[in-house]
């Protein structure tokens, strides 16, 4: 099980647009992978009702997890885009 | 004031193309005097829709915009019975929910929205509004779900600094006055907290006090159990259960976890303890807020870690990892369980032989190693021991860490066994360490003891056995066979072959000087520089502490210099990051700088991760000027054959360190070589990093 911690960067939190591109690059990977705020429980991060229903917003913590061969690399890349303000691009 | 009223529903909503369904519920709020240009507003939520459509699985449409044309955070919902492509790529919406926010009211739609979606993923939500008749039972339906001033969700918004900025004269003004008692006037709470790190010496200690003083300068008064290699003094049952809230700042798994089930916890790596605190304390208010106003949230937690209960020792295997990453779980555990051995004995060794050379003069190390506790004559230091002699004392502390040395092999292939087959694998795995140490098999046989016997342990625990037998499993059945076998198979079989593979890598860590003993430091420098405190960082460290246990008390072994480079290497990037910050202030964020004057102390007690702060923010840069800092180090101290026969310590223990002025003088080398590379590619790069910034959009 691989975890990762990360920073919204969008600049409007983890909403609509972000979200979508969130949850498409999630599902690419292929595998399990979650979404949660720390403490509060996961939702899965390949449906983009789940992840806005997180209500993650700017300057927030998230903390992703997923299983299975190249969860490592799948959460870098995964933690690479929400580390950019998807909103302003 | 609501998000919708009766006006902004429409039951039967139609239109050629989502933008003209749009342009009809867009006209509702202008009729309900919530937009003021309808052109503006549509052309905004036009924009929001072209970059990228607002279709949802489920037949379910979002369109939603902020605009100068709106005047407060609104809903309007439309119900289409043959559905409108709104862009999903399961077909198209009939349950369309258009959301609109005043400028700059960018808070009050992120608080819509998530709510929206949490309503949407319940199937009797959207059941109920594709069935309902008359627009006050859609308007009911909504409001039950999305609504800004709920009181659960209220806390929970009234913490974000900028939400006080929307509130005013928005939907968002009623919460922030009906939570304002319990925002404004923040309780004093008591905090209790665990902390926890793989070696049990710096950081869990470091996260302890940050806690403390953070939770001290908020007001709250905290308690935190340190789980390091010092032992524990655990909190009491009443002081958990006093507690508001709990924080979890651990590398390792919490002992006894199951105390403290049912309190809302704050649970991250120490690092973010030591770096972090004073968040921390902040969501741990946050969430014993949350849960005042809803106690079903810690009978749930109750419930879902009932029966969790930990054992008095931890390993650091996770469920379901990779074989490879198992692996490397079950050697550290050993290694950490080993480390305070090497701590104890290195420490008693190097100052028994400091005292015995002002005692007995150049020749006092090899004078001294022939104290023992057991021979007949005047070298045994328990019949001749003499309060007055110096030499009496060094002989003493010999004695002493000789005796703890003995134990690194069987430690660390019991609690490699341990990491595997839990305690049944601790016999096999103590007891085939011994063995290994005596066929001078060293530490390679440990490791081998090590697997071998937790293997054996759990498949021999995995035995489904006659009830009468299962008694005696633990206590008599496990031990003893899977003590037999492992050991039996290792004395007539693997034994020899590992004791000559020791030899050899004896024989070749003595030979090796010059060239070869370079490449070694720049192979291991390279290592700890790479990713500070990660797992490439942990195998050149274990490679180290484990070739102390080699290396026991000879007086210049090379593991010793080896020990020297890895050190001073761990040392290098954050005494380094804080130079590039002192002499360069301007290239770093202001939080970078606040970090560079922490770095300095981390860096000289050899806590490498002291520069993962700059390294997650530009981890090429870093990361490489740190390898190469790293390396020179490694390097010159293996040149300049500095010792070290303490396992940790950084500038702390430099009186233990032979040749320490050499040690420093590697150090200060790789720490400018790494400072100067950082500066100069990050001078090189500053303005590149902006063009960077929006190439890569």
Same mark, same amino acid.
């Given at each position: 099980?691989?975890?990762?911690?990360? !920073?919204?960067?969008?600049?409007?939190?983890?909403?609509?647009?972000?979200?979508?591109?969130?949850?498409?690059?999630?599902?690419? !990977?292929?595998?399990?992978?979650?979404?949660?705020?720390?403490?509060?429980?996961?939702?899965?991060? !390949?449906?983009?009702?789940?992840?806005?229903?997180?209500?993650?917003?700017?300057?927030?913590?998230?903390?992703? !997890?997923?299983?299975?061969?190249?969860?490592?690399?799948?959460?870098?890349?995964?933690?690479?885009?929400?580390?950019?303000?998807?909103?302003?691009? | 004031?609501?998000?919708?009223?009766?006006?902004?529903?429409?039951?039967?909503?139609?239109?050629?193309?989502?933008?003209?369904?749009?342009?009809?519920?867009?006209?509702?709020?202008?009729?309900?005097?919530?937009?003021?240009?309808?052109?503006?507003?549509?052309?905004?939520?036009?924009?929001?829709?072209?970059?990228?459509?607002?279709?949802?699985?489920?037949?379910?449409?979002?369109?939603?915009?902020?605009?100068?044309?709106?005047?407060?955070?609104?809903?309007?919902?439309?119900?289409?019975?043959?559905?409108?492509?709104?862009?999903?790529?399961?077909?198209?919406?009939?349950?369309?929910?258009?959301?609109?926010?005043?400028?700059?009211?960018?808070?009050?739609?992120?608080?819509?929205?998530?709510?929206?979606?949490?309503?949407?993923?319940?199937?009797?939500?959207?059941?109920?509004?594709?069935?309902?008749?008359?627009?006050?039972?859609?308007?009911?339906?909504?409001?039950?779900?999305?609504?800004?001033?709920?009181?659960?969700?209220?806390?929970?918004?009234?913490?974000?600094?900028?939400?006080?900025?929307?509130?005013?004269?928005?939907?968002?003004?009623?919460?922030?006055?009906?939570?304002?008692?319990?925002?404004?006037?923040?309780?004093?709470?008591?905090?209790?907290?665990?902390?926890?790190?793989?070696?049990?010496?710096?950081?869990?200690?470091?996260?302890?006090?940050?806690?403390?003083?953070?939770?001290?300068?908020?007001?709250?008064?905290?308690?935190?159990?340190?789980?390091?290699?010092?032992?524990?003094?655990?909190?009491?049952?009443?002081?958990?259960?006093?507690?508001?809230?709990?924080?979890?700042?651990?590398?390792?798994?919490?002992?006894?976890?199951?105390?403290?089930?049912?309190?809302?916890?704050?649970?991250?790596?120490?690092?973010?303890?030591?770096?972090?605190?004073?968040?921390?304390?902040?969501?741990?208010?946050?969430?014993?807020?949350?849960?005042?106003?809803?106690?079903?949230?810690?009978?749930?937690?109750?419930?879902?870690?009932?029966?969790?209960?930990?054992?008095?020792?931890?390993?650091?295997?996770?469920?379901?990892?990779?074989?490879?990453?198992?692996?490397?779980?079950?050697?550290?555990?050993?290694?950490?369980?080993?480390?305070?051995?090497?701590?104890?004995?290195?420490?008693?060794?190097?100052?028994?032989?400091?005292?015995?050379?002002?005692?007995?003069?150049?020749?006092?190390?090899?004078?001294?190693?022939?104290?023992?506790?057991?021979?007949?004559?005047?070298?045994?230091?328990?019949?001749?021991?003499?309060?007055?002699?110096?030499?009496?004392?060094?002989?003493?502390?010999?004695?002493?860490?000789?005796?703890?040395?003995?134990?690194?092999?069987?430690?660390?292939?019991?609690?490699?066994?341990?990491?595997?087959?839990?305690?049944?694998?601790?016999?096999?795995?103590?007891?085939?360490?011994?063995?290994?140490?005596?066929?001078?098999?060293?530490?390679?046989?440990?490791?081998?003891?090590?697997?071998?016997?937790?293997?054996?342990?759990?498949?021999?625990?995995?035995?489904?056995?006659?009830?009468?037998?299962?008694?005696?499993?633990?206590?008599?059945?496990?031990?003893?066979?899977?003590?037999?076998?492992?050991?039996?198979?290792?004395?007539?079989?693997?034994?020899?072959?590992?004791?000559?593979?020791?030899?050899?890598?004896?024989?070749?860590?003595?030979?090796?000087?010059?060239?070869?003993?370079?490449?070694?430091?720049?192979?291991?420098?390279?290592?700890?520089?790479?990713?500070?405190?990660?797992?490439?960082?942990?195998?050149?460290?274990?490679?180290?502490?484990?070739?102390?246990?080699?290396?026991?008390?000879?007086?210049?072994?090379?593991?010793?210099?080896?020990?020297?480079?890895?050190?001073?290497?761990?040392?290098?990037?954050?005494?380094?990051?804080?130079?590039?910050?002192?002499?360069?202030?301007?290239?770093?964020?202001?939080?970078?700088?606040?970090?560079?004057?922490?770095?300095?102390?981390?860096?000289?007690?050899?806590?490498?991760?002291?520069?993962?702060?700059?390294?997650?923010?530009?981890?090429?840069?870093?990361?490489?000027?740190?390898?190469?800092?790293?390396?020179?180090?490694?390097?010159?101290?293996?040149?300049?054959?500095?010792?070290?026969?303490?396992?940790?310590?950084?500038?702390?223990?430099?009186?233990?360190?032979?040749?320490?002025?050499?040690?420093?003088?590697?150090?200060?080398?790789?720490?400018?070589?790494?400072?100067?590379?950082?500066?100069?590619?990050?001078?090189?790069?500053?303005?590149?990093?902006?063009?960077?910034?929006?190439?890569?959009?």
């Amino acid at each position: 099980m691989a975890t990762r911690t990360v !920073t919204i960067a969008s600049s409007v939190g983890l909403h609509a647009r972000p979200a979508a591109l969130f949850v498409e690059a999630a599902s690419n !990977t292929g595998l399990d992978v979650e979404i949660a705020k720390p403490g509060e429980d996961p939702v899965d991060a !390949t449906s983009i009702l789940g992840v806005m229903a997180l209500g993650a917003k700017y300057g927030e913590e998230v903390v992703l !997890t997923a299983e299975g061969d190249g969860a490592d690399e799948a959460l870098d890349s995964l933690v690479a885009l929400l580390s950019r303000d998807l909103d302003a691009e | 004031m609501s998000l919708i009223t009766e006006e902004q529903v429409v039951l039967d909503l139609t239109g050629a193309d989502r933008h003209e369904a749009t342009r009809l519920l867009g006209e509702r709020l202008v009729a309900s005097g919530r937009c003021t240009d309808l052109d503006t507003f549509i052309a905004d939520v036009r924009k929001r829709e072209e970059t990228m459509a607002t279709g949802l699985p489920g037949g379910i449409g979002i369109p939603h915009a902020r605009s100068t044309a709106i005047t407060e955070p609104s809903l309007v919902f439309g119900r289409s019975a043959n559905g409108i492509d709104w862009g999903a790529k399961d077909g198209p919406a009939t349950l369309i929910f258009l959301i609109a926010a005043p400028e700059g009211g960018g808070d009050a739609h992120m608080q819509m929205l998530p709510k929206l979606a949490r309503a949407l993923m319940k199937k009797d939500f959207k059941a109920a509004l594709a069935a309902a008749t008359t627009e006050a039972e859609v308007v009911r339906i909504v409001s039950a779900e999305v609504e800004l001033d709920q009181p659960v969700a209220a806390p929970a918004e009234g913490r974000m600094a900028h939400a006080a900025e929307v509130g005013a004269g928005l939907a968002t003004g009623t919460a922030a006055a009906e939570t304002a008692p319990l925002a404004d006037a923040p309780r004093s709470l008591n905090l209790v907290g665990v902390t926890s790190c793989p070696t049990g010496i710096a950081h869990t200690y470091m996260a302890a006090e940050g806690l403390e003083n953070a939770a001290k300068a908020a007001g709250h008064t905290m308690k935190v159990e340190t789980q390091g290699s010092a032992g524990s003094k655990p909190l009491t049952a009443a002081e958990i259960a006093a507690a508001d809230a709990v924080i979890f700042a651990h590398d390792l798994p919490v002992k006894d976890a199951g105390r403290f089930a049912g309190k809302p916890t704050v649970d991250v790596g120490v690092k973010k303890g030591i770096s972090e605190a004073p968040a921390l304390v902040a969501q741990a208010e946050a969430l014993a807020a949350e849960w005042r106003n809803d106690p079903s949230k810690a009978a749930a937690a109750a419930a879902a870690a009932g029966g969790a209960s930990g054992g008095s020792l931890v390993s650091k295997v996770e469920e379901g990892a990779g074989l490879g990453t198992r692996i490397r779980q079950w050697l550290m555990t050993g290694v950490s369980y080993m480390i305070p051995f090497v701590a104890a004995g290195g420490i008693l060794i190097a100052l028994s032989f400091m005292l015995s050379q002002v005692a007995l003069g150049e020749e006092g190390p090899i004078e001294i190693v022939k104290y023992n506790l057991t021979s007949t004559d005047q070298y045994n230091i328990a019949q001749n021991f003499s309060v007055t002699s110096l030499t009496s004392w060094a002989a003493l502390l010999f004695v002493i860490g000789a005796a703890s040395f003995g134990f690194l092999v069987p430690i660390l292939s019991g609690f490699i066994a341990f990491a595997i087959a839990d305690r049944p694998g601790l016999v096999p795995g103590i007891v085939g360490g011994s063995v290994a140490a005596t066929m001078g098999a060293g530490f390679l046989g440990g490791l081998v003891t090590g697997i071998l016997g937790g293997l054996v342990a759990r498949w021999v625990s995995n035995w489904k056995v006659a009830k009468g037998v299962r008694g005696i499993m633990p206590v008599v059945v496990i031990p003893l066979l899977s003590s037999f076998i492992s050991i039996g198979l290792f004395i007539t079989v693997l034994g020899r072959p590992i004791k000559a593979l020791t030899d050899a890598l004896n024989s070749w860590l003595t030979g090796m000087s010059g060239a070869s003993a370079i490449i070694l430091g720049i192979i291991l420098g390279a290592m700890m520089g790479f990713d500070l405190g990660g797992p490439v960082n942990k195998v050149a460290y274990a490679f180290a502490t484990t070739g102390l246990a080699a290396a026991g008390a000879a007086t210049d072994a090379p593991q010793l210099k080896i020990m020297a480079a890895v050190m001073a290497a761990g040392m290098v990037a954050p005494l380094a990051m804080a130079l590039a910050t002192s002499v360069r202030p301007k290239l770093f964020s202001e939080p970078e700088r606040e970090n560079g004057k922490a770095a300095w102390l981390l860096g000289a007690s050899f806590i490498s991760e002291g520069a993962i702060p700059f390294a997650a923010v530009d981890p090429v840069r870093v990361i490489s000027s740190s390898v190469v800092g790293s390396a020179v180090t490694g390097a010159l101290v293996m040149l300049f054959g500095s010792t070290l026969r303490a396992p940790h310590g950084g500038i702390w223990v430099l009186p233990l360190i032979g040749n320490f002025l050499l040690f420093l003088l590697a150090l200060v080398a790789g720490v400018l070589v790494m400072a100067t590379i950082v500066v100069a590619l990050k001078s090189r790069d500053t303005h590149l990093a902006e063009v960077d910034a929006t190439a890569t959009v």
